[in-house]
Structures are given as structure tokens and as C-alpha cells.
């Protein structure tokens, strides 16, 4: 399932109009619910703009977040407010809701890229999220603080050149492994992947998990039926949630010799999103490029 650009002009508009048009006292307040929007805000920001992101330890597991009396403090307060939507971070919403400010702007990413709930939610992975959310996120803080529009743009425009990388690679990968076959525990991933053109398997196993349901035996006996016959050439697992199937999987595809990648749902500290979408294209074109281990 595919996702495109498609009405993000009417997106930012929308976005755009309940901004306010006065700048704000000293920089403008932005909460990110997980890191990596808030890495690309302060990209897009710069100096103008002072930014706190919720999520931002890789070791955690964002499904068990709760949030705090301090976070609920902080997006109470924000400027602007980011949230990944589609029921993945449902917390920020209902925080809100118990604080109204119409001078606060909150940008729902799944909307600019017609995400809805119940659909995969990991949207960060699909390599037409962060554009959609750099033109977005310019045009709010243009719109709040007009002064600094040059530097926002010019900001802007850096980051979307510093995308071609991975845009150039995810094409590279799906020239070279397109129809391959892989599985995966979580759909954390499949964005991307279908952007290489993989072949998924196990998706039923992987919508159990994400729901926090029981994957079948049907689905159990298929997914270790994939690793041992080798009818897959890589396991995806999420190294930030990885339970005792996961666990019990990821050893079984050790076993029979099929490479494991590690993915996260958190930025991991000390890098950008561009480096850290690099390098996990990087760790999945070695494991599809060498020889099993």
C-alpha cells in the first residue's frame, strides 16, 4: 500500500490557517511525541524554534508509554504540538483535549499522508511521510513567525535534499531485490519494505502482535514452517518490543541460517533521521547481499 504527496497542498493549508500570526515571545515552543519528528523539526526550525521530544529512548518500548504529569504539562504549553497519529501515540490527543489553547497548533502526521487508524501506523518508514511533514511544518512556523521565513525555507529545502540518499538507495535495494521474500514479527518495517518491493509474509502474525493479540498456531507453525523450510531471505524484528515468540523466532531463524535485522521505533541517540533510515537500508542490503550466516 502505497502512499503519495497527493493533496498535500490542500494538507498545509488546512494546517496553516489555525496558526496564529503574531510571533511569539523568544523562540517558539514545539513538543514532538517521538524523537524523530522532533530531530526533523529542529532541522527545519533552527535557532527560532526550541524543541522537546516525548519518545526518545531507544531501549523503551513506545507501547508501554505512560505519559506524566511533566509531559501533559509540556504539550499544554507548546507552541506547536506533533503527534504521529493513527492511533499510534493516542495519549497526545486526549492530553490536549483536557487543556484547549487556540493559540496551540497540533500537526497530525498520518493525516498529511491519509494514514488512517487501524492501518499500519509506523508511517515514518514510508518514504513519503517526512517531506509531507517538512512542507507542513515550514508553512506553520512561517505562519507564526513571518520574520524568519527565509531561514525556515532555506532549512526546508536543505532537508529534502538531504532525503535524496535514502530515496536513491531505496531505489537501488528495490532494483536489486524486488519480490523477495521476508517476514518480520511487527509490521514496523513495512512501509519501507513494501517500498523495496519485498514480499512480506506472516502479515496476519504481525497485525496479531501489533494489536496485542495472540498470533494463531496456524500462524506460529506458518511463520517457523518460512524460517526452517527457508522459504524467506531475511527476519525483521523490532529490537525495542521483542517478547518471548519474538525471542523464540528470531533464534529459529538464527538456526537455519537466515539473517536477522534489528529495527527501532525511536530514533536512536547521537544520529538524524536520515542517518538513522540510512543505515537500516544499509543493514538490510548486507543481509540480503551476503552469504547466510
Same mark, same amino acid.
Given at each position: 500500500?502505497?502512499?503519495? &504527496?497527493?493533496?498535500?497542498?490542500?494538507?498545509?493549508?488546512?494546517?496553516?490557517?489555525?496558526?496564529?500570526?503574531?510571533?511569539?515571545?523568544?523562540?517558539?515552543?514545539?513538543?514532538?511525541?517521538?524523537?524523530?519528528?522532533?530531530?526533523?523539526?529542529?532541522?527545519?526550525?533552527?535557532?527560532?524554534?526550541?524543541?522537546?521530544?516525548?519518545?526518545?529512548?531507544?531501549? %523503551?518500548?513506545?507501547?508501554?508509554?505512560?505519559?506524566?504529569?511533566?509531559?501533559?504539562?509540556?504539550?499544554?504549553?507548546?507552541?506547536?504540538?506533533?503527534?504521529?497519529?493513527?492511533?499510534?501515540?493516542?495519549?497526545?490527543?486526549?492530553?490536549?483535549?483536557?487543556?484547549?489553547? +487556540?493559540?496551540?497548533?497540533?500537526?497530525?502526521?498520518? %493525516?498529511?499522508?491519509?494514514? +488512517?487508524?487501524?492501518?499500519?501506523?509506523?508511517?515514518?518508514?514510508?518514504?513519503?511521510?517526512?517531506?509531507?511533514?517538512?512542507?507542513?511544518?515550514? +508553512?506553520?512556523?512561517?505562519?507564526?513567525?513571518?520574520?524568519?521565513?527565509?531561514?525556515?525555507?532555506?532549512?526546508?529545502?536543505?532537508?529534502?535534499?538531504?532525503?535524496?540518499?535514502?530515496?536513491?538507495?531505496?531505489?537501488? &535495494?528495490?532494483?536489486?531485490?524486488?519480490?523477495?521474500?521476508?517476514?518480520?514479527?511487527?509490521?514496523?518495517?513495512?512501509?519501507?519494505?513494501?517500498?523495496?518491493?519485498?514480499?512480506?509474509?506472516?502479515?496476519?502474525?504481525?497485525?496479531?502482535?501489533?494489536?496485542?493479540?495472540?498470533?494463531?498456531?496456524?500462524?506460529?507453525?506458518?511463520?517457523? %514452517?518460512?524460517?526452517?523450510?527457508?522459504?524467506?531471505?531475511?527476519?525483521?524484528?523490532?529490537?525495542?518490543?521483542?517478547?518471548?515468540?519474538?525471542?523464540?523466532?528470531?533464534?529459529?531463524?538464527?538456526?537455519?541460517?537466515?539473517?536477522?535485522?534489528?529495527?527501532?521505533?525511536?530514533?536512536?541517540?547521537?544520529?538524524?533521521?536520515?542517518?538513522?533510515?540510512?543505515?537500516?537500508?544499509?543493514?538490510?542490503?548486507?543481509?540480503?547481499?551476503?552469504?547466510?550466516?
Amino acid at each position: 500500500m502505497r502512499r503519495r &504527496l497527493a493533496g498535500l497542498a490542500a494538507a498545509t493549508l488546512l494546517v496553516v490557517a489555525g496558526s496564529g500570526t503574531s510571533r511569539a515571545e523568544g523562540p517558539i515552543t514545539v513538543v514532538a511525541a517521538e524523537n524523530f519528528y522532533g530531530d526533523v523539526a529542529k532541522q527545519i526550525g533552527g535557532p527560532d524554534i526550541f524543541v522537546t521530544s516525548i519518545l526518545n529512548n531507544p531501549d %523503551d518500548d513506545p507501547h508501554m508509554f505512560e505519559a506524566s504529569a511533566s509531559v501533559a504539562r509540556s504539550l499544554a504549553e507548546a507552541r506547536v504540538v506533533i503527534a504521529s497519529g493513527a492511533d499510534y501515540d493516542p495519549w497526545v490527543e486526549k492530553l490536549l483535549a483536557a487543556s484547549p489553547s +487556540a493559540k496551540r497548533k497540533l500537526i497530525v502526521v498520518a %493525516d498529511l499522508v491519509h494514514r +488512517a487508524s487501524g492501518e499500519n501506523p509506523h508511517i515514518w518508514y514510508e518514504p513519503q511521510t517526512m517531506p509531507a511533514f517538512a512542507e507542513t511544518f515550514a +508553512a506553520v512556523l512561517i505562519r507564526a513567525d513571518p520574520a524568519h521565513q527565509r531561514g525556515y525555507q532555506e532549512r526546508r529545502d536543505a532537508f529534502l535534499a538531504s532525503l535524496r540518499p535514502i530515496h536513491d538507495k531505496v531505489r537501488d &535495494l528495490r532494483e536489486k531485490f524486488a519480490g523477495t521474500p521476508v517476514t518480520a514479527t511487527e509490521p514496523v518495517f513495512g512501509d519501507m519494505a513494501g517500498a523495496l518491493d519485498l514480499k512480506m509474509r506472516n502479515l496476519s502474525f504481525q497485525l496479531a502482535v501489533m494489536n496485542d493479540t495472540e498470533p494463531s498456531a496456524g500462524d506460529v507453525a506458518r511463520f517457523e %514452517d518460512d524460517l526452517r523450510g527457508h522459504k524467506v531471505k531475511l527476519f525483521i524484528y523490532n529490537s525495542q518490543a521483542t517478547d518471548e515468540s519474538a525471542k523464540r523466532l528470531k533464534g529459529i531463524a538464527r538456526d537455519a541460517k537466515i539473517p536477522v535485522v534489528g529495527v527501532t521505533e525511536t530514533e536512536p541517540a547521537g544520529t538524524t533521521y536520515q542517518d538513522w533510515m540510512l543505515g537500516e537500508l544499509k543493514a538490510v542490503e548486507a543481509a540480503l547481499s551476503g552469504p547466510s550466516s
